[in-house]
């Protein structure tokens, strides 16, 4: 039987409108209320979860109908209708962009969407966006909208006035210092890296409060979903996994399926441990090694180890921080280089530009991993890939290398997608590769 919860997904029109503060201020603003709040994050995001698990003080899970596939979608919201009084999605980019875009989501899910607009220096106009917003896709529900950045309690009455018929406004922002949090290349500043985000947090709670959005939206039907657990592929299975400020790029739902694999996992810092706890196989994660070049560089302790762990020919995942982290040198944004592990020759280097995004899969004949790109680093090395992933859209892919028991790419790997290629990865057996397209996941 379906269960009603009360959910909508915070959308925009694009990306820089506001929307991720502004889900992160409202899961604080009902939480603070006393609801139990559950958040998830459409599509491939590392920073934006950390952020909103601080502020609704529950995990948070990436929801994305071809990634995680419709199935995982479904069950996830399921479980956490069992007990929550109030359920938001962020979305990413803009409402339609993307395939599967926001709007795709709402509408598989069959909940709302939410747009925030940044209204700044906009009047009439905004009430046009709204009605190209609300009307582009008739099977999409969109009855209220989030004003951003408004200049006077005024210019919120003016964007109110300007709706088209059936959509209302839910509230205006007005320009506040709480509702930004700093970023950087890749992204938000990691949480570990603000001092008084809690304080920030209930700050721009109060804010959203004062402008009206402390409402529930309406509660839509969650239907039961069943959720498929996986075998234990990698039972007994000691997994060291690299986690603090310059590996932090995890997803939950990957760690999870590590441990319904059967596996054992250890947590240890590159940055200030002197070896690696005891471990069949390692995982170096994405985040930004580059920022810490040079601690990375002075542990000599910890590089011996990993070296050791490698020469010894043990199971190594390096994805995309942990592939730069495993050359030979690192060049930061500042020009400043940094020795490496030596692992992979040659080097990697922060450059301006966007060298890759999207989503992408790894196909191997054990199955399709899929995962996305996204990364501001170049790599000089005289390997050869093994392999290229596959974009879910277009050509072209981000190289694969295999070296010993090593595979290390720029890519970012959704566990679930594919247990049975992640079990062979950290077992250290061989993938074999190949290219098909056709090879789907509902």
Request: aromatic share 6%; with cysteine; proline share 7%.
């Amino acid at each position: 039987m379906s269960i009603a919860v009360p959910a909508v997904m915070i959308t925009a029109p694009a990306s820089g409108q506001g929307k991720s503060m502004v889900t992160a201020a409202l899961a604080r603003l009902h939480r603070n209320a006393g609801r139990k709040v559950r958040v998830f994050k459409h599509g491939p995001d590392y920073l934006d979860p950390m952020v909103l698990e601080v502020a609704s003080g529950h995990p948070v899970y990436q929801l994305h109908p071809w990634m995680t596939g419709e199935d995982e979608c479904r069950w996830r919201l399921a479980e956490a209708a069992q007990d929550a009084d109030l359920i938001l999605i962020e979305g990413s980019m803009g409402l339609f962009d993307g395939d599967p875009s926001s709007a795709d989501l709402a509408k598989l899910m069959d909940i709302p969407a939410l747009p925030v607009i940044d209204a700044g220096g906009m009047a009439q106009t905004f009430g046009a966006l709204v009605l190209g917003l609300a009307s582009y896709d008739p099977e999409l529900s969109v009855y209220e909208v989030i004003a951003n950045k408004i200049g006077s309690p005024r210019h919120g009455e003016m964007l109110r006035e300007g709706l088209p018929e059936g959509v209302s406004l839910l509230g205006a922002i007005p320009r506040n210092d709480a509702m930004n949090i700093p970023d950087r290349h890749m992204g938000l500043v990691q949480p570990a890296e603000l001092d008084n985000l809690d304080q920030q947090l209930d700050q721009a709670a109060e804010v959203l409060k004062a402008a009206g959005l402390d409402e529930l939206p309406k509660a839509v039907p969650i239907a039961p979903a069943e959720r498929v657990r996986p075998e234990t592929l990698l039972a007994g299975v000691r997994i060291a996994i690299a986690r603090d400020l310059a590996f932090s790029f995890i997803y939950r739902a990957n760690t999870e399926l590590l441990l319904a694999m059967g596996a054992e996992l250890h947590y240890f810092s590159p940055l200030v441990d002197s070896e690696l706890p005891p471990a069949d196989a390692l995982w170096l994660p994405g985040g930004y090694p580059d920022l810490h070049g040079s601690t990375l560089a002075n542990n000599a302790a910890m590089g011996d180890a990993i070296r050791g762990f490698y020469n010894d020919g043990k199971p190594i995942l390096a994805e995309c921080g942990g592939l730069m982290a495993c050359t030979d040198e690192l060049t930061d944004k500042d020009g400043a280089v940094h020795a490496q592990l030596g692992l992979i020759p040659g080097r990697a280097a922060i450059v301006k530009r966007l060298q890759g995004i999207g989503m992408q899969s790894l196909n191997t004949t054990e199955g399709q991993l899929r995962g996305h790109t996204f990364h501001r680093s170049t790599l000089d090395t005289s390997w050869q890939p093994a392999a290229k992933t596959e974009k879910q859209t277009g050509t072209g892919g981000e190289a694969v290398f295999c070296c010993k028991g090593l595979v290390a790419s720029y890519f970012y790997a959704y566990f679930p997608s594919a247990p049975e290629v992640v079990a062979a990865i950290f077992r250290g057996q061989p993938l074999t590769f190949h290219n098909d397209k056709e090879n789907t996941r509902a």
